[in-house]
């Protein structure tokens, strides 16, 4: 990486990224949101763990692109950490940029951060709902067997 076009910022985050890695998928209480940008080839995995009272104490991500694209995710990760859904959900690219200070040419980046952690959370939410749906049904079924067997 040719560090004399990037802010300090972005070269810690680059050099030394944070929370690079993955959760399981499957797990009820992890949202995942993968985005790509077709224009310059950069695609991102960002994932959170979400507990009880929705509040993210965990993040990943896996970013292949350039430094601006992993320092976005790196920083974005550390950002929704401790935050509630609702919180996290209104992270903005521009709180991105501004803090990595990317210039405009690399806007794209902070952009598909802005993406991803809204995808993961609509991935936790939508987990959530199926499994609510599920837990009701089988409620139900099991009161209709009960009434049946009256």
């Known amino acids: 990486m040719i560090t004399r076009n990037y802010h300090e910022k972005v070269i810690s985050h680059y050099e030394k990224p944070r929370n690079v890695g993955s959760l399981p998928k499957d797990d009820i209480d992890v949202g995942t949101g993968l ?3 077709p224009a310059c080839g950069d695609v991102m995995k960002l994932q959170i763990r979400v507990d009880e009272n929705g509040i993210i104490k965990e993040a990943k991500f896996k970013t292949f692109g350039c430094g601006s694209a992993i320092a976005s995710s790196s920083y974005m990760t550390e950002l929704v ?3 509630s859904l609702e919180d996290a ?3 903005k690219n521009t709180e991105i940029a501004k803090e990595l200070c990317l210039p405009p040419v690399k806007l794209h980046c902070s952009m598909l951060a802005e993406d ?3 995808s993961a959370i609509r991935d936790y939410r939508s987990k959530r709902a199926r499994l609510s749906q599920a837990a ?3 409620e ?3 009161t209709a067997t009960a009434a049946a067997q009256v």
């Open 89 to 91: 959900s209104k992270i």
């Open 81 to 83: 950490m401790g935050r």
């Open 35 to 37: 985005v790509g940008a």
């Open 140 to 142: 139900a079924s099991a």
């Open 136 to 138: 009701a049904a089988a």
């Open 116 to 118: 991803a952690i809204r």
